[in-house]
């Protein structure tokens, strides 16, 4: 019996001690091989163009993993010139390396007797990959893609998962007229997912760049303006390819300074912008446009966010004036290409303050849980022969209880910024507009009920006008002047009153009358913006409708 277990653990041994050296053979045979074939491969692969550099190889034969150190793909730039002398080059060259590539559950049986690459995983530690597009080039050969360029050598690959994190990007495009535009991104997480390089997966339209899934993660952008003024953080974003489709957590504008501290850094006015837009879904984007600075997609979506700007009249106007800065105007100048099918907004808290020049308060308008749809924002030429119109349906609570609709029709590729709006105010307490009428205007509205205001107007940059109604009852005002110990303001009692009895109607239709419909008019003054010249033109039909000149400094300083 001992005879017995003395003769199986002998051979047990020298079996271990055979596939121990089968192995180690192997490792080492197979590990020197795969040394050599890495290099030919990708000359080979790409004419020569490309040279497959790395460092030390780590395989384990019995877990299938592989990793290399310290691995790039570089270019050879004389190679590169005599494609392009050739006109052969290739529009697009890249530059790669990465500190390690780890690869998981490799079938290294499957490489080394049929050249399939079948892993469960590969992953890039800190990957930097450079990408230049070259406009310019021009390759009259047969393009190949990249399954024929590689089959020669690799008859498929089968890979679960790519993952490349912490990557940094830098894409360079280089047009026609050899400007530059140079995009940096850092930080970036791309996971691949379902990866199928073979006769069948190249035809697959379901796949993008041959894979099932392919998603990019970034957890934040931070950029500081030109002009030093603000910091714009972008953060939580995803691209998902299979779906077309970018996700963002949230877009901030944030300025640098407070409300005084920002006035001390400018020499004329200028609007102090803080924003916010979260829960932002892009849908239908173009796979391959996304690094050359065009804007195309199908739909849009904002959920939830704010927007506030400030502006101190008591700086100077600055030079010039503001034609041609329409939106349909500013659009058309637009650098980037754009097309955005349909845009959704809702749930955007929106404020306008303004410090008057005359008394030195802080008015402000209020637009509460506004949104709405916006279609066709494009500037690209053919897309405006099609459909010359965009069109915005907005709607918001207007400074607490005012029920706000609008619907403004933008002329697109008008040089005159050609434009229509026509809306209506529903049940709106007139004392929710104190909070601007008595800083900005020296007016206080004692009481005001408006049933229904409806307005229905069309401009351009030098003017606009149109029709309004506006149905109200109740109307009491108090003219304000400032107190002599500069503490605030009082009522003028007497113009008060005349106010009240002589000079104002206090309700429309009156007793006994019809419904009074006005018909404002108003040039636009040039050194001011269009929602001006909407206000404007409305407060001169609420002028004209309630019957007074009185009133008129309630709208002086409005933008």
């Known amino acids: 019996m001992k005879r017995t277990w003395k003769i199986v653990l002998t051979a047990g041994a020298i079996l271990a001690v055979v596939l121990l050296g089968v192995g180690w053979y192997l490792n080492v045979h197979w590990k020197s091989l795969l040394d050599k074939e890495l290099r030919r491969y990708v000359a080979e692969s790409s004419d020569s163009l490309y040279t497959l550099a790395y460092g030390r190889i780590h395989l384990n034969l019995l877990t299938g993993n592989l990793a290399i150190e310290n691995v790039a793909l570089i270019p050879d730039s004389a190679v590169y010139a005599r494609l392009v002398a050739g006109q052969q080059a290739p529009q697009v060259l890249y530059r ?6 780890q690869i998981s559950r490799m079938r290294l ?17 800190d990957p930097e990959i450079i990408i230049t597009e070259d406009r310019r080039s021009i390759d009259t050969g047969r393009q190949r893609s990249f399954y024929e360029a590689i089959n020669k050598n690799i008859k498929s690959f089968d890979i679960g998962r790519i993952s490349l994190q912490q990557t940094k990007l830098q894409y360079t495009l280089i047009a026609e007229d050899s400007s530059k535009q140079i995009t940096r991104l850092n930080n970036l997480d791309v996971d691949i997912r379902g990866l199928a390089i073979d006769s069948i997966s190249q ?14 993660n970034l957890d934040k952008w ?3 303006t030109p002009d030093s003024l603000y910091w714009l953080h972008v953060s939580k974003i995803s691209y998902h390819a299979i779906e077309r489709a970018l996700d963002v957590g949230e877009v901030r504008l944030e300025p640098r300074y407070d409300r005084a501290a920002f006035d001390k850094r400018l020499e004329y ?6 924003l916010a837009f979260r829960n932002i879904r892009l849908e239908g984007l173009p796979r391959m446009h996304l690094l050359q600075k065009k804007i195309l997609m199908n739909k849009a979506a904002i959920n939830g966010g704010y927007f506030h700007a400030y502006r101190n009249r008591g700086l100077p106007m600055a030079p010039g004036n503001k034609y041609g800065q329409f939106p349909n105007q500013v659009l058309a100048r637009f650098e980037i290409p754009m097309r955005i099918d349909t845009l959704v907004a809702s749930n955007i808290d929106v404020s306008y303050s303004e410090r008057s020049d005359q008394t030195g308060e802080t008015g402000q308008v209020q637009f509460q849980r506004a949104g709405g749809t916006f279609r066709n924002i494009t500037n690209i030429d053919s ?15 207007l400074m607490k209880s005012g029920k706000l609709k609008a ?19 529903n049940d709106m307490d007139g004392r929710e507009f104190n909070t601007a009428t008595k800083a900005l205007g020296m007016v206080e509205i004692r009481s005001a009920r408006i049933k229904q205001m409806d307005f229905d107007l069309r401009g351009n940059e030098r003017s606009a006008g149109g029709t309004l109604t506006m149905q109200y009852s109740a109307l009491r005002i108090a003219m304000l002047r400032e107190e002599k110990n500069g503490n605030g303001t009082e009522r003028k009692g007497l113009a008060s009153l005349l106010a009240n009895l002589m000079a104002i109607h206090n309700e429309n239709p009156s007793p006994g009358q019809p419904l009074r419909v006005a018909k404002p008019r108003y040039t636009r003054h040039p050194k001011k913006s269009f929602f001006n010249l909407i206000w404007k033109t409305i407060y001169t039909g609420v002028k004209e409708t309630v019957g007074t000149e009185m009133l008129e400094s309630m709208g002086q300083s409005q933008k």
């Open 269 to 274: 006015q200028q609007d102090r912008y803080e």
């Open 96 to 101: 790669a390396s990465t500190s390690r590539l």
């Open 109 to 125: 049986w499957r490489y080394f007797l049929s050249k399939q690459v079948d892993a469960g995983a590969f992953i890039l530690s």
């Open 383 to 397: 897309l405006v022969k099609e459909n010359g119109h965009c069109t915005a349906d907005l709607h918001a609570i």
């Open 203 to 216: 035809k697959d339209p379901t796949r993008f760049l041959y894979a099932r899934n392919f998603d990019i």
């Open 222 to 224: 931070d950029y500081r």
């Open 407 to 425: 619907r403004f029709n933008f002329v697109l590729g008008a040089e005159d910024g050609a434009f229509a709006v026509s809306g209506q105010l």
